[in-house]
């Protein structure tokens, strides 16, 4: 029956591996957010959610092709460097291409579930004494020096799996949205997901671009500091932010992202840890959508920009929630007091209601 889910890899003739290993990621809803259009006054707003892939997250994407990549390459060992995601995602595709994972996360500061998941795949879990960055450094040193064969965003696999966010989105819209909002971490995902929009434009599949809109946590705010204060890129040496997939201080594709938001008209925009915190709730508690920190940066974003008059309620926004909310409990639970336990009687429970 495999063959009948709907994957990325019905995209296969626009990838540039053959499909290897696979978990039937991608085929993601699109959600029509008509509670919060009310609520916000915005014309079309849709989430495209990537928290229905296979691990979670929208990485499941960049590792079917770059795992399927390294098997084709004979790679016995892959690593990364990784916030969570990444982690959780790499491990489960070497699980299921039979080989090793060596994932670098920094000590402390991964959301539970996710490392979890990096541990039941089976990947060997290093933490180091550092942040993302500085895990991402030893990586890359390690595939150069040791041959592991390396598969964060700067691998250009990952991207090409990645970039069928774009694919997806024109397919289930049957239009180029005006606006495409998403959290922005090391680049990467803003970078892929402009290249499937460009792809499809240069094939004359479509006939016009989004603008691409890149938010960050105030923290951890390189790309989007540099944007609004136009100035060159620099980078930020300790980042902070409780949305801790995207506390990363030196992005590695900035450049990349960078032209995607230039090209594309769009801009960046920073946002607050209680922003975030806030949209997180909105979006689950208006829509029923219970995404990550990170992910619900990307509505935090859009209303600012809403309320500061930056973008047109007119126009159409799809925000790409990028992780499931299960992954990260903990920021849930930490700001909740659960209500002593009540007699099991129907009075006990009609007191509490009234
Ligand atoms: N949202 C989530 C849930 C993420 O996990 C990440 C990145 C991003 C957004 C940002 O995407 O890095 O392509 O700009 N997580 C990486 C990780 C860094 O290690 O899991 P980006």
Redesign the pocket.
């Given at each position: 029956f495999d063959g009948n889910n709907i994957t990325l890899w019905k995209y296969e003739s626009w990838l540039p591996v053959k499909k290897i290993v696979s978990l039937n990621e991608g085929g993601t809803p699109l959600y029509r957010l008509n509670n919060l259009e009310k609520i916000l006054g915005v014309k079309e707003l849709y989430a495209k959610n990537?928290g229905a892939n296979p691990t979670g997250?929208?990485?499941d994407r960049g590792m079917t092709v770059g795992v399927s990549k390294a098997l084709e390459l004979g790679m016995k060992r892959v690593a990364?460097?990784?916030?969570?995601?990444?982690?959780?995602?790499l491990a489960a595709y070497a699980a299921k291409a039979g080989i090793e994972a060596y994932v670098l996360?920094p000590s402390g500061k991964i959301a539970l579930g996710?490392l979890a998941q990096a541990i039941i795949y089976g990947a060997k879990v290093i933490p180091i004494k550092g942040n993302?960055d500085d895990a991402l450094r030893v990586v890359i040193e390690a595939s150069e020096e040791l041959g592991i064969y390396m598969l964060?965003?700067i691998n250009p696999f990952r991207l090409e799996g990645?970039k069928t966010i774009a694919y997806e989105i024109y397919d289930q819209l049957q239009k180029v949205p005006d606006n495409v909002v998403?959290?922005?971490?090391?680049?990467?995902?803003?970078?892929?997901i402009w290249k499937g929009f460009k792809e499809l434009y240069e094939a004359g599949v479509i006939d016009k671009l989004p603008r691409m809109i890149?938010i960050q946590a105030e923290g951890a705010s390189p790309l989007a500091k540099a944007w609004k204060e136009k100035r060159k890129f620099k980078p930020e040496k300790n980042p902070e932010t409780l949305?801790t997939?995207?506390r990363?201080g030196n992005?590695a594709?900035w450049e990349k992202?960078w032209r995607a938001v230039e090209e594309s008209g769009g801009m960046f925009e920073i946002v607050s840890d209680e922003e975030i915190l806030k949209a997180q709730r909105i979006l689950a508690s208006k829509e029923g959508l219970f995404?990550?920190p990170?992910?619900a940066?990307s509505l935090a974003g859009l209303i600012k920009l809403l309320n500061e008059e930056k973008v047109d309620r007119d126009e159409s926004f799809v925000l790409?929630t990028?992780?499931h909310g299960l992954?990260d409990p903990d920021i849930v639970l930490r700001n909740f007091k659960l209500p002593e336990p009540i007699e099991p009687t129907l009075d006990a429970f009609r007191r509490v209601i009234e």
């Open positions: 990537e997250s929208f990485k990364c460097a990784s916030t969570g995601n990444t982690s959780a995602s996360v996710k993302f964060n965003s990645q998403l959290p922005v971490g090391n680049a990467g995902n803003i970078s892929a890149g949305a997939a995207i990363i992005p594709n992202a995404v990550e990170a992910s940066a790409v990028t992780g992954k």
